[in-house]
């Protein structure tokens, strides 16, 4: 997988050798590098976001298996372009682990490292493979506002602090219609009969906090919605960008109807949508679902940050 997005991509991206890194061709002086990364099975994250005004580097591990710190300090030695180098984690115990221990590997070379954590997840407090909330979805946004500030100039702790900033203000939570299969373990990591969904999974198959009968697309956004909602407190007036995330094997159509209800409900409660996102940003391998993330705009500059021009595999 590595080689071949590599091979199609040889304007954007390289890889380093004998390494799961891959790292922008377009390098950039005196910019702080971002490195992000985790399991396989993500496609297109994270390699897809790696380019101009996004990540320097992007780490890719085993399928739903964190990279180890040597391949991350690879990465982060890519990245190095002499200002510093940010670490955009999601919240699983062994991204967790293994990108700090490669920060520290990294400092021993006088590369200055820093991290921010996403746990943008609200549907479970802690799970399989975590302590506290997951990263999802809402890692991308994190991706695109972080990396055009960089690529803006702006210096590592300005970016760290904005990163926490976006990280507060994003909410995600995801269902499914059908399991993943971990091709290792060889069977699907949960069940569901014909008529049923998972409400609250995790991007490697975990298990959500309840199963219900199948709804509607629109039934199925507010009840998505009413729990982002207890989160966020929506007021009328509010400004919000929209991420609907594909889960692998959800056609585009289906998000797209599931897009016109969240906008219907957002829309009768005043708040005001100033990006809409549909597509498949962070997948689980083939599972069918998806997750819906909502950003609060708390900064004007964070749209602008959004809308600013990239080049990259997954986002154009």
Same mark, same amino acid.
């Given at each position: 997988? $590595?080689?071949?997005?590599? &091979?199609?991509?040889?304007?954007?991206?390289?890889?380093?050798?004998?390494t799961r890194v891959l790292a922008r061709i377009d390098k950039r002086p005196g910019k702080v590098g971002l490195v992000s990364g985790g399991g396989s099975g993500h496609e297109p994250a994270h390699a897809g976001y790696v380019g101009q005004g996004m990540l320097s580097?992007?780490?890719?591990?085993?399928?739903?298996?964190?990279?180890?710190?040597? %391949?991350?300090?690879?990465?982060? &030695?890519?990245?190095? %372009?002499? &200002?510093? $180098?940010?670490?955009?984690v999601k919240n699983y115990t062994g991204d967790v682990m293994n990108f700090d221990m490669a920060k520290e590997l990294a400092e021993g070379d006088d590369i200055e490292v820093d991290q921010v954590i996403v746990d943008d997840d609200i549907a479970v %407090?802690?799970?399989t493979f975590t302590t506290g909330r997951r990263g999802v979805a809402g890692t991308v946004l994190v991706h695109k506002i972080v990396g055009a500030a960089a690529e803006a100039g702006a210096s590592l702790s300005e970016l760290k602090a904005?990163?926490?900033?976006?990280?507060?203000?994003? &909410?995600?939570?995801?269902?499914?219609?059908?399991?993943?299969?971990?091709?290792?373990?060889?069977?699907?990591?949960?069940?569901?009969?014909?008529?049923e969904i998972e409400l609250g999974i995790g991007i490697h198959g975990e298990p959500g906090f309840s199963r219900e009968k199948i709804m509607s697309s629109h039934d199925l956004a507010k009840q998505l919605l009413d729990r982002i909602d207890k989160e966020h407190q929506f007021a009328s007036?509010?400004? $919000? $960008?929209?991420?609907v995330n594909g889960m692998g094997a959800t056609p585009l159509m289906e998000q797209y109807i599931f897009s016109n209800d969240v906008h219907e409900w957002l829309g009768e409660k005043g708040v005001n949508i100033q990006k809409t996102i549909v597509g498949d940003y962070m997948t689980s391998l083939e599972m069918a679902g998806l997750s819906l993330t909502v950003l609060k705009l708390k900064d004007e500059k964070w749209l602008e940050l959004l809308n600013f021009p990239v080049q990259t595999i997954a986002w154009k």
């Open positions: 997988m $590595v080689e071949g997005l590599a &091979k199609s991509h040889p304007e954007l991206i390289e890889r380093i050798p004998d580097a992007a780490v890719c591990g085993d399928v739903f298996t964190s990279p180890t710190p040597d %391949q991350i300090y690879e990465g982060i &030695k890519a990245a190095d %372009q002499g &200002k510093g $180098v940010l670490l955009i %407090q802690d799970s904005l990163g926490e900033k976006v990280i507060s203000s994003i &909410k995600t939570i995801g269902v499914a219609l059908s399991p993943c299969t971990v091709p290792e373990v060889g069977h699907p990591g949960f069940e569901l009969g014909a008529d007036g509010d400004k $919000v $960008v929209v991420l």
